[in-house]
């Protein structure tokens, strides 16, 4: 069974850094596109960046263009997101996505980890 677990969340001040890391467990990374999504309370989950199964194709919300970086690193089963330049705005929990069609459709949902920008 294919599990996908988010680490690196934290709380960082205005202007910070943080990496988060999506481990997937039970199955091969190779085989999903990713992505990285967002909820703030009280607003709707947004996706913030995605990298299709071959890496080659990258796509960020035009909220984090420019300071997000999602990679992904196939031998070690792994997905991250690089923040950088962090705002207020970013606060969420951020979670990760696992999608594939083929041979069946499979999607996959991490538990999810809180980001706090804060002073």
């Known amino acids: 069974q294919v599990q996908l677990v988010e680490s690196g969340g934290g709380l960082v001040q205005p202007g910070g850094s943080l990496r988060l890391s999506c481990a997937l467990s039970?199955?091969?990374?190779?085989?999903?596109?990713l992505s990285w999504y967002r909820q703030a309370p009280g607003k709707e989950r947004e996706k913030v960046a995605s990298?299709?199964?071959?890496?080659?194709?990258?796509n960020y919300g035009d909220s984090v263009k420019g300071r997000f970086t999602i990679s992904r690193d196939n031998a070690k089963n792994t997905v991250y997101l690089q923040m950088n330049s962090l705002k207020p705005e970013d606060t969420a929990m951020y979670y990760c996505?696992?999608?594939?069609?083929?041979?069946?459709?499979?999607?996959?949902w991490g538990q999810g980890t809180q980001v706090t920008v804060s002073s």
């Open positions: 990298v299709d199964r071959f890496g080659g194709v990258i």
């Open positions: 996505n696992a999608l594939r069609g083929w041979p069946t459709r499979d999607e996959y």
């Open positions: 039970g199955g091969a990374l190779s085989s999903y596109a």
